[in-house]
């Protein structure tokens, strides 16, 4: 019963992308979402197979929420660190929500590491300041440090050329 619960959860918080606009707009959305938050979660895992549209969220979520960009996959670099231009209280002022205190996002891309490696970029410290915003592109491959707490978007391609679906999780 409980997994049925799960997963009627989870379908209920599927979101259908048709094209960039509605990736755009799904960023704007979530992110007002996650200003509203507990403080407890500061990462979001972003799941999905090449090309789902992972890095593109990112880059919208990080222009809506006022990072300096620009905003390029972490793909060689592993780890981008983006200061925001502005404080993410601006955008949740009327919430008066913890994450109204955001000061930095970091974007990473794990698809060539493991958890030692993302362990030595500072991870538990990075994770642990929840002034940070953590964006995480192939989180799979680091599954063993994730947060007990976190957002988890599982990106998938749609039925047309260009449709994509996200599937919410919030754990």
């Known amino acids: 019963m409980i997994i049925g619960v799960f997963m009627e959860k989870e379908l209920k918080n599927l979101k259908k992308l048709k094209n960039l606009q509605d990736t755009k707009r799904f960023a704007e959305e979530f992110l007002s979402e996650v200003l509203r938050g507990d403080e407890e979660r500061n990462v979001i895992l972003l799941q999905g197979e090449l090309g789902t549209g992972k890095t593109t969220f990112s880059q ?8 300096k960009g620009p905003f390029t996959s972490p793909t ?9 231009r502005r404080r993410a ?6 919430l008066r ?4 205190q955001l000061k930095n ?6 698809c060539r590491v493991d958890e030692e490696s993302v362990l030595d970029l500072g991870w538990e410290e990075i994770v642990g300041d929840k002034r940070n915003l953590v964006l995480v592109e192939w989180p799979e491959k680091i ?6 707490k976190h957002w988890l978007l ?12 996200v599937k919410i999780v919030k754990i």
């Not at 060689?76 to 925001?84: D, R």
């Not at 209280?89 to 009327?94: C, E, G, P, T």
């Not at 929500?97 to 109204?100: C, I, N, R």
């Not at 998938?156 to 260009?162: E, L, V």
Request: proline share 4%; charged share 25%.
């Open 154 to 165: 599982k990106f998938s391609y749609g039925s047309g050329k260009m449709n994509r679906e």
């Open 60 to 67: 919208f979520l990080l222009g809506k929420i006022g990072a």
């Open 89 to 94: 209280s601006q955008l949740s002022q009327k």
């Open 97 to 100: 929500s913890p994450a109204s």
């Open 143 to 148: 599954k063993q440090i994730w947060p007990e």
């Open 76 to 84: 060689f670099v592993i780890m981008k660190k983006y200061e925001l």
């Open 105 to 110: 996002i970091y974007h990473l891309d794990c």
